[in-house]
């Protein structure tokens, strides 16, 4: 690793043994830090504390603001409607992942090629990426619209299913909508990820007589690692966070079948005037994110500061 | 030399902290979003046609004749609208014109003080209180006190069908629940739904409901769900409006995909008008919609509306109506003196004045004005005004909305509840228990 690039652990280290010239201008340097911090403490930290001391308080968003105790706590937690979301959005977390990251991955190698014809496809791999989700949702509601979508105008019988009103097909619809919205981000990272191999691996590949299949599992996949594990992060960590798609589409129905919990925190607080039961939600959800994150990391690997191209 | 200097200094300090300067005025500014500078107030209102031009030609009216007093409007769309007030008034960020339903939310706000009590005022305007149906006032009220003036017209709920369909099945509008068991065969036979319905909007769902348990049980097991009565949603007028609801949707009686479609687009009356489906229950507002709307359907006379039909055995007075008995707008508590009183001043001049009226009844609503008989049956739409007219006098008892009669955490849960119940995911015991356990809330 060269000294221009600098992490933090690196400076701490030549922090503690330099000189105290070198130890005044770190300490100079932290003050570097202060806009980022304040923004930080601003609105990260002192929402999230709002929330906590939300969820002991008893609020319906407009009047005054009274405390609950642990009731909250205890009438969430005794709420089947929270284990329903708990289940789904780990149901649509897994499955957005097992549906996406095949399909980026191969759509990552495949354009990361240089023929014309593939930048020509990859423009319209990427066309999901350039629509904000409520559009994509209220697009997907007209075009599935039983009675007047696409099944009808295309005489196609077969499709004029109720996608969104029976609830294991909206579930499904849900996971396809977000992978094909997600995907094409995905595949632009690991694009970058392809794009970043050696061309001398496959190179020295080919002299041995390996095959394309051989390369993509012997080369590209153990070479991909990190950017599996980034794009991983991001997939997990951000299905969390899914609403604005499921709203529109779906605004948590049929029934309670796509009300995942970060839905439910929004209906529970804003449709339902119940501040301290959603902020329970809230928290849950921050403790989850944070579990899975950290989670993400360690699979990652202690050597994870080190470079992939070792040995060469 | 050194003065250039300092000042160019001084300057990009100052471009440093403006935005920290914005983020504190604004942080701290009382008034609403929209409220201009002058002694003008604010207001929120629905999207959507032919209301909102109605109100804009109102607002532009009242702002000519009173030109340092204006009235500035913003639309939203229903459903969004209805999230967007509540948290804006808990934001202490609301408009200074409050536009709403009354009942159980209006009851929120003035229980939080929230909105003016508007009681003495009106006693000293009785002119103003005396122009509106008197049944339009019960919304407005909350322990006593008069929070909200009726606004816009009367909209009871109403059986609308297609009259060129029932020609074709040589079949007569539903006068019982049978009649409307053997007109869904009819129908599936026919190859078209029986009715049509918004179901992802819910509350749509919810107006079945609301008649069945009606003409079921009585206007008295609603009166006591919304006392708060220990164990009122157990009656057992609410598990048979539940098992009714849910053998008709085992039959086929709401068209295919009803659960994914929402009302906000208006589609469900789009299946009405282009003959997909047969008859749709809905407020007498769609009137106006599909005039505006459905290509002539209208006008041509192919639209038929009855009462809802009664149930065999039922206690309910057939005559009992639900819906809206008016609209309502309140005044916020946090407005300033000046907009509360261009506001007062709009009440009393701006709303409800004889173009708006007139503008109400060519677009098929019925205005919550006393004394328009004669205006009625002037108008190409004279027996659909006449019929919700009559059915809104006549009615002995006319039960406002359950979403907006109950408080918005009970409503949430009943929305959530009917949607799962017309799912047929939980039975009508366990709708009634889960209600149960919503009473007082």
């Given at each position: 690793m060269s000294n221009a690039v600098s992490t933090a652990p690196n400076t701490k280290a030549a922090a503690r043994t330099a000189t105290v010239k070198g130890g005044q201008r770190d300490k100079a340097l932290a003050w570097l830090t202060a806009p980022a911090l304040f923004f930080f403490v601003v609105f990260a930290v002192v929402p999230l504390a709002g929330v906590l001391i939300l969820s002991f308080a008893s609020w319906d968003g407009i009047g005054a603001i009274g405390s609950a105790g642990l009731g909250n706590w205890f009438s969430v937690l005794a709420d089947p409607g929270l284990y329903n979301a708990l289940g789904l959005t780990f149901l649509i977390m897994l499955a957005s992942w097992l549906v996406q990251t095949p399909i980026s991955l191969l759509l990552g190698v495949f354009t990361a090629g240089s023929q014309r014809y593939r930048a020509a496809l990859a423009v319209l791999y990427f066309l999901?990426?350039?629509?904000s989700s409520a559009a994509v949702a209220i697009a997907f509601k007209a075009l599935l619209d039983p009675n007047f979508g696409l099944a009808t105008g295309l005489g196609l019988p077969f499709l004029a299913q109720d996608w969104l009103g029976v609830p294991h097909l909206a579930v499904g619809l849900v996971i396809f909508v977000i992978a094909w919205q997600f995907v094409p981000f995905h595949t632009l990272i690991y694009q970058g990820g392809v794009r970043q191999i050696p061309k001398s691996l496959y190179e020295a590949a080919e002299i041995d007589g390996a095959g394309t299949i051989k390369q993509f599992f012997h080369i590209t996949l153990p070479q991909l690692k990190y950017t599996i594990i980034t794009s991983s992060t991001l997939m997990v960590v951000g299905s969390l966070t899914y609403f604005d798609l499921i709203f529109v589409l779906t605004g948590g129905g049929p029934g309670n079948s796509t009300r995942i919990l970060a839905l439910d925190m929004y209906l529970r607080g804003f449709r339902a005037n119940l501040m301290g039961p959603a902020s329970v939600i809230a928290v849950i959800l921050v403790l989850i994110g944070l579990a899975l994150a950290l989670f993400l990391q360690r699979l990652g690997g202690k050597d994870k500061q080190g470079s992939q191209l070792e040995g060469m | 030399m050194k003065q250039p200097q300092s000042s160019r200094r001084s300057f990009l300090a100052l471009a440093a902290l403006a935005p920290f300067a914005a983020m504190v005025t604004s942080a701290c500014g009382t008034s609403g979003p929209g409220a201009s500078s002058g002694g003008g107030a604010s207001m929120w209102y629905l999207s959507g046609e032919p209301n909102q031009t109605t109100m804009q030609k109102a607002v532009d009216a009242f702002g000519s004749a009173n030109p340092d007093n204006k009235v500035t409007v913003t639309y939203f769309q229903n459903d969004a609208y209805k999230t967007k007030i509540k948290t804006a008034i808990g934001a202490g960020q609301a408009p200074t014109i409050i536009y709403g339903w009354g009942g159980g939310t209006l009851k929120t706000y003035a229980e939080a003080k929230q909105?003016?009590?508007l009681t003495s005022w009106l006693a000293e305007n009785p002119d103003l209180k005396d122009?509106?149906?008197?049944?339009?006032?019960g919304a407005a009220t909350v322990n006593g006190k008069v929070y909200a003036l009726p606004n816009q017209y009367v909209a009871p709920i109403v059986l609308f069908y297609n009259k060129e369909l029932f020609e074709k099945a040589g079949a007569q509008p539903p006068k019982t629940w049978d009649d409307i068991m053997s007109l869904v065969k009819t129908f599936n036979n026919m190859g078209v739904a029986p009715f049509s319905l918004g179901g992802q909007s819910r509350w749509t769902s919810m107006m079945w409901l609301e008649y069945l348990l009606d003409r079921i049980g009585g206007a008295e097991v609603f009166t006591a769900i919304f006392e708060g009565k220990p164990d009122a949603w157990k009656d057992p007028a609410v598990i048979e409006t539940g098992t009714k609801i849910q053998e008709l949707v085992s039959a086929d009686g709401f068209i295919k995909g009803f659960s994914s479609i929402a009302a906000d687009s208006n589609a469900d009356q789009a299946l009405l008008f282009t003959g997909k489906a047969a008859m749709m229950l809905h407020g007498s507002w769609t009137y106006g919609a599909m005039k505006k709307g459905g290509q002539n359907f209208v006008q041509d006379g192919k639209l038929g509306f009855v009462q809802f039909p009664v149930v065999a055995g039922g206690k309910g007075d057939p005559k009992n109506g639900v819906g809206n008995p008016a609209q309502y707008m309140s005044i916020s508590s946090k407005a300033s003196e000046k907009e509360k009183e261009t506001a007062k001043k709009f009440f009393k001049d701006g709303i409800l004045t004889d173009t708006v009226i007139d503008t109400y009844i060519n677009s098929g609503s019925v205005p919550i004005v006393n004394g328009i008989e004669d205006k009625l049956n002037t108008s190409p739409d004279k027996d659909f005004l006449n019929f919700v007219y009559d059915l809104a006098k006549n009615a002995p008892n006319f039960q406002q909305s359950w979403d907006q009669a109950l408080s918005p955490t009970a409503a949430e849960a009943l929305l959530n509840n009917i949607d799962q119940l017309f799912l047929k995911s939980i039975t009508p015991q366990q709708f009634a228990e889960n209600m149960n356990a919503t009473l007082g809330k």
């Amino acid at each position: 690793m060269s000294n221009a690039v600098s992490t933090a652990p690196n400076t701490k280290a030549a922090a503690r043994t330099a000189t105290v010239k070198g130890g005044q201008r770190d300490k100079a340097l932290a003050w570097l830090t202060a806009p980022a911090l304040f923004f930080f403490v601003v609105f990260a930290v002192v929402p999230l504390a709002g929330v906590l001391i939300l969820s002991f308080a008893s609020w319906d968003g407009i009047g005054a603001i009274g405390s609950a105790g642990l009731g909250n706590w205890f009438s969430v937690l005794a709420d089947p409607g929270l284990y329903n979301a708990l289940g789904l959005t780990f149901l649509i977390m897994l499955a957005s992942w097992l549906v996406q990251t095949p399909i980026s991955l191969l759509l990552g190698v495949f354009t990361a090629g240089s023929q014309r014809y593939r930048a020509a496809l990859a423009v319209l791999y990427f066309l999901p990426l350039l629509l904000s989700s409520a559009a994509v949702a209220i697009a997907f509601k007209a075009l599935l619209d039983p009675n007047f979508g696409l099944a009808t105008g295309l005489g196609l019988p077969f499709l004029a299913q109720d996608w969104l009103g029976v609830p294991h097909l909206a579930v499904g619809l849900v996971i396809f909508v977000i992978a094909w919205q997600f995907v094409p981000f995905h595949t632009l990272i690991y694009q970058g990820g392809v794009r970043q191999i050696p061309k001398s691996l496959y190179e020295a590949a080919e002299i041995d007589g390996a095959g394309t299949i051989k390369q993509f599992f012997h080369i590209t996949l153990p070479q991909l690692k990190y950017t599996i594990i980034t794009s991983s992060t991001l997939m997990v960590v951000g299905s969390l966070t899914y609403f604005d798609l499921i709203f529109v589409l779906t605004g948590g129905g049929p029934g309670n079948s796509t009300r995942i919990l970060a839905l439910d925190m929004y209906l529970r607080g804003f449709r339902a005037n119940l501040m301290g039961p959603a902020s329970v939600i809230a928290v849950i959800l921050v403790l989850i994110g944070l579990a899975l994150a950290l989670f993400l990391q360690r699979l990652g690997g202690k050597d994870k500061q080190g470079s992939q191209l070792e040995g060469m | 030399m050194k003065q250039p200097q300092s000042s160019r200094r001084s300057f990009l300090a100052l471009a440093a902290l403006a935005p920290f300067a914005a983020m504190v005025t604004s942080a701290c500014g009382t008034s609403g979003p929209g409220a201009s500078s002058g002694g003008g107030a604010s207001m929120w209102y629905l999207s959507g046609e032919p209301n909102q031009t109605t109100m804009q030609k109102a607002v532009d009216a009242f702002g000519s004749a009173n030109p340092d007093n204006k009235v500035t409007v913003t639309y939203f769309q229903n459903d969004a609208y209805k999230t967007k007030i509540k948290t804006a008034i808990g934001a202490g960020q609301a408009p200074t014109i409050i536009y709403g339903w009354g009942g159980g939310t209006l009851k929120t706000y003035a229980e939080a003080k929230q909105v003016e009590d508007l009681t003495s005022w009106l006693a000293e305007n009785p002119d103003l209180k005396d122009k509106f149906f008197p049944a339009s006032f019960g919304a407005a009220t909350v322990n006593g006190k008069v929070y909200a003036l009726p606004n816009q017209y009367v909209a009871p709920i109403v059986l609308f069908y297609n009259k060129e369909l029932f020609e074709k099945a040589g079949a007569q509008p539903p006068k019982t629940w049978d009649d409307i068991m053997s007109l869904v065969k009819t129908f599936n036979n026919m190859g078209v739904a029986p009715f049509s319905l918004g179901g992802q909007s819910r509350w749509t769902s919810m107006m079945w409901l609301e008649y069945l348990l009606d003409r079921i049980g009585g206007a008295e097991v609603f009166t006591a769900i919304f006392e708060g009565k220990p164990d009122a949603w157990k009656d057992p007028a609410v598990i048979e409006t539940g098992t009714k609801i849910q053998e008709l949707v085992s039959a086929d009686g709401f068209i295919k995909g009803f659960s994914s479609i929402a009302a906000d687009s208006n589609a469900d009356q789009a299946l009405l008008f282009t003959g997909k489906a047969a008859m749709m229950l809905h407020g007498s507002w769609t009137y106006g919609a599909m005039k505006k709307g459905g290509q002539n359907f209208v006008q041509d006379g192919k639209l038929g509306f009855v009462q809802f039909p009664v149930v065999a055995g039922g206690k309910g007075d057939p005559k009992n109506g639900v819906g809206n008995p008016a609209q309502y707008m309140s005044i916020s508590s946090k407005a300033s003196e000046k907009e509360k009183e261009t506001a007062k001043k709009f009440f009393k001049d701006g709303i409800l004045t004889d173009t708006v009226i007139d503008t109400y009844i060519n677009s098929g609503s019925v205005p919550i004005v006393n004394g328009i008989e004669d205006k009625l049956n002037t108008s190409p739409d004279k027996d659909f005004l006449n019929f919700v007219y009559d059915l809104a006098k006549n009615a002995p008892n006319f039960q406002q909305s359950w979403d907006q009669a109950l408080s918005p955490t009970a409503a949430e849960a009943l929305l959530n509840n009917i949607d799962q119940l017309f799912l047929k995911s939980i039975t009508p015991q366990q709708f009634a228990e889960n209600m149960n356990a919503t009473l007082g809330k």
